[in-house]
C-alpha cells in the first residue's frame, strides 16, 4: 500500500506558544500562554492535524471514508487532505433533505476538494456505529475504505494528541513551567491524549462545548481504548457550553469581541471562545492558586460559515 508523505505538507510542528499579557488574570496572579494549534497547517489547522495524521497513517493511502454534520470542520480537513496526498474521500453528511439543496460553503469546499458526499436521513447518522449500517454504507463507497469516526475521536487520534501534551511539559522554554493546560471538547478525543502527553504536577482542563453531562465516560473510554487504562490528570468544567454546541450568549459574544480588541487575535466562537471565556471567569473565582501559567489549546480558527451541527454522541 501507498506510504502517505504527510512530512510533506509542511506542519509547523511543534506549535507556537506565547504569553498573552491580560490585566483581568494577572490581578488574580494568573499568566496565561496561547497554544496556537490554529498554525499547524492551513488546510489541516490545529487538533484535525494531530486526530487526522495518525488515522491517515493507518490508511496508507487507501479511500478514508467519515461522517459530519453540514459544517463539519472535520469533513472539511478530511476533503483537504485527501486533495493534497492524492487517495479518494467519502463524507457521510447528516442530513438527507441537503441532498436536494444547493451545498453550503463548506460542503461545497468538500466537493471541490474531490470528496464523494452521502447524505443520509437522521436515523441513519445516529446508528452509524452499527456494523449493519456501516455495511450497508460501505457499499456506496469506493472498495477498501479505511473509516474514521465523526471527529476523527478513535485510539488512533488519541495517540496522535499525546504529543501535544509533550510539547507542553515543563520546562516550556523561556516562557516557564505550564500548570494548567485547558482545551475546549466536543468528541473529547483532544483531551483524551492531551493529559496522557502531560508531565508531572501537570494537569488539563476540558471545557466541554456540548451540555449533556456524556462527555466524562466517553473520555475514559476513549483512553481505555488507546492505552487500556486512564491516563493523565485531567478534569471537565461543563458550565460554559451557553445554551449548547453552536449557541452563544451576549456575554460571551461580549467576551470574544473584547479579546480580539485587546490582543489582536479574532477567535473561533464554537469552541475556542467557551474554552477561553471559561478560563477567565474561572480565574476570577480564585479557581486558580496565585503563580498559575496557563496554557489555552487554540484549536481552530474563525470560518465564514453558519456552523450549527452538532456532533453526534
Same mark, same amino acid.
Given at each position: 500500500m501507498t506510504v ?5 505538507l509542511?506542519?509547523?510542528?511543534p ?5 498573552v ?5 494577572a490581578?488574580?496572579?494568573v499568566?496565561? $500562554? /496561547?497554544?496556537?494549534?490554529d ?8 487538533n484535525?492535524? &494531530?486526530? !487526522?495524521a +495518525?488515522? #491517515?497513517?493507518?490508511a496508507?493511502?487507501?479511500p478514508?471514508l ?12 478530511t476533503?483537504?487532505a485527501g486533495? $493534497? /496526498?492524492?487517495?479518494p474521500t467519502v ?9 436536494? &439543496?444547493? !451545498?453550503? +460553503?463548506? #460542503? ?11 447524505f443520509?436521513d437522521r436515523a441513519?447518522y445516529r446508528a452509524?456505529?452499527?456494523p ?9 463507497a469506493?472498495e477498501?475504505?479505511?473509516v ?5 475521536s478513535?485510539a ?6 499525546v504529543?501535544?501534551g509533550?510539547e507542553l511539559r515543563a520546562p516550556a ?8 493546560v ?6 473529547g478525543?483532544?483531551?483524551a491524549?492531551l493529559a496522557?502527553g ?7 482542563l476540558?471545557i466541554?462545548?456540548?451540555k449533556?453531562?456524556?462527555l466524562?465516560?466517553e473520555?475514559?473510554?476513549l483512553?481505555?481504548?488507546?492505552f487500556?487504562?486512564?491516563s493523565?490528570?485531567?478534569s471537565?468544567?461543563e ?21 480580539a ?6 477567535i ?6 467557551k ?5 477567565f ?5 480564585g479557581?486558580f492558586?496565585?503563580?498559575t501559567?496557563?496554557a489555552?489549546v487554540?484549536t481552530g480558527r474563525?470560518?465564514?460559515t453558519q ?7
Amino acid at each position: 500500500m501507498t506510504v502517505l508523505d504527510l512530512p510533506s505538507l509542511g506542519p509547523l510542528l511543534p506549535s507556537p506558544l506565547g504569553a498573552v499579557e491580560d490585566e483581568r488574570l494577572a490581578r488574580h496572579g494568573v499568566r496565561l $500562554l /496561547l497554544k496556537r494549534d490554529d498554525l499547524i497547517h492551513p488546510d489541516l489547522v490545529g487538533n484535525k492535524w &494531530r486526530k !487526522l495524521a +495518525p488515522n #491517515l497513517d493507518a490508511a496508507a493511502g487507501r479511500p478514508v471514508l467519515t461522517f459530519g454534520g453540514a459544517y463539519s470542520n472535520h469533513l472539511r480537513a478530511t476533503a483537504a487532505a485527501g486533495r $493534497l /496526498l492524492g487517495f479518494p474521500t467519502v463524507g457521510v453528511v447528516r442530513g438527507e433533505e441537503l441532498a436536494d &439543496r444547493p !451545498l453550503n +460553503p463548506s #460542503l461545497a469546499r468538500c466537493a471541490a476538494d474531490g470528496m464523494r458526499l452521502l447524505f443520509v436521513d437522521r436515523a441513519t447518522y445516529r446508528a452509524k456505529d452499527d456494523p449493519e449500517v456501516l455495511a450497508r454504507l460501505l457499499e456506496r463507497a469506493p472498495e477498501g475504505c479505511f473509516v474514521v469516526p465523526e471527529g476523527g475521536s478513535n485510539a488512533l487520534a488519541v495517540r496522535g494528541c499525546v504529543e501535544l501534551g509533550r510539547e507542553l511539559r515543563a520546562p516550556a522554554g523561556a516562557d516557564g513551567h505550564v500548570d494548567v493546560v485547558a482545551v475546549a471538547c466536543g468528541t473529547g478525543g483532544t483531551l483524551a491524549g492531551l493529559a496522557a502527553g502531560l508531565g508531572p504536577g501537570q494537569r488539563a482542563l476540558g471545557i466541554p462545548v456540548l451540555k449533556g453531562g456524556f462527555l466524562g465516560a466517553e473520555i475514559r473510554a476513549l483512553q481505555e481504548r488507546a492505552f487500556g487504562g486512564p491516563s493523565g490528570d485531567w478534569s471537565l468544567d461543563e458550565r460554559f457550553h451557553c445554551g449548547g454546541y453552536a449557541r452563544g450568549t451576549p456575554d460571551l459574544d461580549d467576551f470574544a469581541d473584547d479579546f480580539a480588541q485587546r490582543h489582536g487575535l479574532a477567535i473561533e466562537r464554537i469552541y475556542v471562545a467557551k474554552m477561553l471565556y471559561g478560563l477567565f471567569a474561572l480565574a476570577a473565582e480564585g479557581a486558580f492558586p496565585r503563580g498559575t501559567t496557563l496554557a489555552a489549546v487554540i484549536t481552530g480558527r474563525p470560518e465564514p460559515t453558519q456552523p450549527d451541527e452538532v456532533p453526534s454522541r
